[in-house]
T-cell receptor, first 108, second 115 residues
Framework: SQQGEEDPQALSIQEGENATMNCSYKTSINNLQWYRQNSGRGLVHLILIRSNEREKHSGRLRVTLDTSKKSSSLLITASRAADTASYFCATGDNDMRFGAGTRLTVKP | SQTIHQWPATLVQPVGSPLSLECTVEGTSNPNLYWYRQAAGRGLQLLFYSVGIGQISSEVPQNLSASRPQDRQFILSSKKLLLSDSGFYLC??????????????FGEGSRLTVL
């Protein structure tokens, strides 16, 4: 069964705008990860945030984690057409489980 | 550097036929290995994961099986495919066995169509 659920399912924005995706999960975690998938390809790891961290940055990516609400958000700032992809959150130990993903479309 | 190879990339099989998807990892030892399935436009379903040779944890249906004959080789099999087995199959590896919750590295996927 899936552990995380992303929201929204789909998001369409203009280049230059910010994109925010949310993830909710059900059980306690040691860390939460975000991945990106271009259509028809494998997933690529973006960022990992540990349970004792509240915010983490990597380039144009900003991830927050609220363990009290069992939720995380991924913010992509100044989006580009090349950011068009599906984004997934994942949690777990050896049994890493993914949410259903947010499909982001960035229009040039 | 580590690499992961997955094949075949595309497969069209009739219902009731067998299946074998292979995945190998290079450049690391004792990886955790994973098989996921993704239906069109959907998320990833964890099928199997392995923390060592001969150690397979199954999350799913009976007509699929997985084996790990060597440390860095993971095989997904079926004796008789169902229509519902169609999908995009992804192999992945992570860190060293015993180091749970680490970053996963994915192969490029195998697209299976069962007719």
């Amino acid at each position: 069964s899936q552990q995380g659920e992303e929201d929204p399912q789909a998001l369409s924005i203009q280049e230059g705008e910010n994109a925010t995706m949310n993830c909710s999960y059900k059980t306690s975690i040691n860390n939460l990860q975000w991945y990106r998938q271009n259509s028809g390809r494998g997933l690529v790891h973006l960022i990992l945030i540990r349970s004792n961290e509240r915010e983490k940055h990597s380039g144009r990516l900003r991830v927050t984690l609220d363990t009290s609400k069992k939720s995380s958000s991924l913010l992509i700032t100044a989006s580009r057409a090349a950011d068009t992809a599906s984004y997934f959150c994942a949690t777990g130990d050896n049994d890493m489980r993914f949410g259903a993903g947010t499909r982001l479309t960035v229009k040039p | 550097s580590q690499t992961i190879h997955q094949w075949p990339a595309t497969l069209v099989q009739p219902v009731g036929s067998p299946l074998s998807l292979e995945c190998t990892v290079e450049g690391t030892s004792n990886p955790n290995l994973y098989w996921y399935r993704q239906a069109a436009g959907r998320g990833l379903q964890l099928l199997f994961y392995s923390v060592g040779i001969g150690q397979i944890s199954s999350e799913v249906p009976q007509n699929l099986s997985a084996s790990r004959p060597q440390d860095r080789q993971f095989i997904l099999s079926s004796k008789k495919l169902l229509l519902s087995d169609s999908g995009f199959y992804l192999c992945a590896w992570s860190g060293l066995a015993g180091q749970s919750g680490g970053e996963l590295f994915f192969g490029e996927g195998s697209r299976l169509t069962v007719l």
